[in-house]
């Protein structure tokens, strides 16, 4: 049996709709996946987690600075108070159960509030030379590289010392939380992806995947070991009922 995916979204207040990238889904699809789009349902986190057998953090906007102790930055962006009581909600229930946790952009940014790390409101201001990590280019093409650390999953899953990834973003994690480690990042500084230091599968990264991997197969197995892990914890819960 395929494990099923639950993607979170995003949501736009002026037109009243969820809305979610269609690559996330063709993402999701292509590694083996059920796609799983969740609206943000905080009083439903229970019912969810028992429907889902992984959880996918999807990129958007900027989280409330509130949430790791801060106040905002004039270069803060919109916020969503619904998405962020429900993301950060439910990625610490995912986690707590031991859910595979995949998150990409915002999503990454979201697993490290949860546990407990803080953001960069502002990457320009906070960390002077770095380099344009909003890029002004297709969304599929890489504007700039990463180093991958040594002896993490993420060299295990794509073999690669280094890679060139694309950028949208104008935050980015300062401290990382207690239970992850960093495991890429860009010459400037920047962290680009992190992950969990126990067994479940849980992994950030910075850039966005899902709309490259089309042309740069080798980054499909971000999505692929996700499910994988998803597809384990599904027998194993299976298993225990």
């Known amino acids: 049996m395929r494990p099923v995916i639950g993607i979170t979204c995003s949501f736009d207040y002026s037109s009243d709709k969820f809305q979610l990238g269609g690559d996330y889904v063709e993402a999701v ?18 019912e969810i987690i028992r429907v889902i057998d992984g959880l996918l953090l999807s ?37 707590a159960e031991g859910m595979p946790l995949f998150g ?12 407990g790390g803080d953001i960069h409101q502002d990457i320009h201001s906070s960390l002077p030379g770095a380099y344009k990590h909003s890029q002004e280019a297709p969304r599929w093409y890489p504007t700039h590289r990463i180093k991958i650390t040594n002896n993490t999953m993420l060299k295990t899953i794509l073999g690669l010392d280094e890679l060139r990834v694309n950028s949208f973003h104008h935050q980015s994690i300062n401290r990382v939380a207690p239970g992850y480690r960093i495991s890429a990042s860009a010459n400037d500084g920047v962290t680009e992806a992190i992950e969990g230091l126990g067994n479940n599968f849980a992994l950030g990264v910075q850039f966005h995947p899902e709309n490259m991997f089309k042309r740069y197969p080798v980054l499909l197995n971000l999505f692929k070991f996700h499910i994988d892990a998803s597809a384990r914890y599904l027998s194993t819960r299976s298993q225990n009922h």
């Open 104 to 115: 990409i952009c915002r999503g990454m940014q979201v697993m490290n509030v949860a546990a």
């Open 59 to 95: 990129g958007g906007g900027d989280i409330d600075p509130c949430y790791f102790g801060s106040e905002p930055w004039p270069q803060s962006g919109s916020i969503d108070p619904l998405r962020d009581a429900f993301e950060l909600a439910i990625a610490t229930k995912a986690k």
């Open 29 to 46: 699809r292509a590694a083996g996946g059920i796609p799983f789009i969740i609206p943000h349902e905080e009083n439903l986190i229970d």
